[in-house]
């Protein structure tokens, strides 16, 4: 079974620091790229960063670029997203999630299954 | 960056037909994917690509898609349909960038 495990989360005071992590588990960890995206309470859904299988791309949200940082350690399965400068309005679930792609006539398409349960970080002093 | 705009709320009788939509540039380059939302629970996908039904979404699920535009549609309703919805698509700002749209409220009546 594939599944996914955040784990991490917390309550921090503005400014600080926290290292999520997700453990992968039932798949090929270095086939896949994976990626974060969080949710603020009563919010819509918000892409935050992903990775490529050998950490070669890496992408962020503008929101969080340059605060946060994502890495991934393929011998370990697992995926993390180091969170530097906290905001209050970095307040949310995050979940991983595994990214899949196919390709049909040249045209190539991605989606996002499964999805680890979420780890909640709260910002606050 | 780019943006995914959806109607915020929808709802639908018991065993009818609903269609949501997501509007966004992105569409016109890439597939969007969907995701179901029930409150408490983590988004579960239920469309990728043209239109491809992951194993266990029942077929009342499909989706379409034309210029800038993705649809979602659930043909016969259900109950347990009653969720918040999302599309999905990589964003042309970098290869790896994604982005979801604002995502609808779909009520079963």
């Known amino acids: 079974e594939v599944q996914l495990v955040e784990s991490g989360g917390g309550l921090v005071q503005p400014g600080r620091s926290l290292r999520l992590s997700c453990a992968a588990s039932?798949?090929?960890?270095?086939?896949?790229?994976m990626h974060w995206v969080r949710q603020a309470p009563g919010k819509g859904l918000e892409w935050v960063s992903g990775?490529?299988?050998?950490?070669?791309?890496?992408g962020y949200a503008d929101s969080v670029k340059g605060r946060f940082t994502i890495s991934r350690d393929n011998a370990k399965n697992s995926l993390y997203l180091q969170m530097n400068s906290l905001r209050a309005e970095d307040t949310a679930l995050y979940y991983c999630?595994?990214?899949?792609?196919?390709?049909?006539?040249?045209?190539?398409?991605?989606?996002?299954?499964?999805w680890g349960q979420g780890t909640l970080v709260t910002v606050s002093s | 960056s780019s943006e995914l705009t959806q109607d915020p709320a929808v709802s639908v009788a018991l065993g009818q037909t609903v269609r949501i939509t997501c509007q966004g540039d992105?569409?016109?380059?890439?597939?969007a994917s969907w995701y179901q939302q029930k409150p408490g629970q983590a988004p579960v996908l239920v469309i990728y690509?043209?239109?491809n039904r992951p194993s266990g979404i029942p077929d009342r699920f499909s989706g379409s898609s034309s210029g800038n535009t993705a649809s979602l549609t659930i043909t016969g309703a259900q109950a347990e349909d009653e969720a918040d919805y999302y599309c999905?698509?990589?964003?042309?700002?970098?290869?790896?960038?994604?982005?979801f749209g604002t995502g609808t409220k779909v009520t079963v009546l």
């Open positions: 999630a595994k990214d899949s792609v196919a390709a049909v006539q040249g045209v190539s398409y991605n989606w996002f299954d499964p």
């Open positions: 039932g798949f090929t960890f270095d086939d896949y790229a």
């Open positions: 990775i490529s299988w050998n950490s070669g791309s890496i």
């Open positions: 992105s569409l016109r380059s890439y597939y």
């Open positions: 690509g043209k239109n």
């Open positions: 999905n698509s990589r964003d042309s700002s970098g290869n790896l960038n994604y982005v």
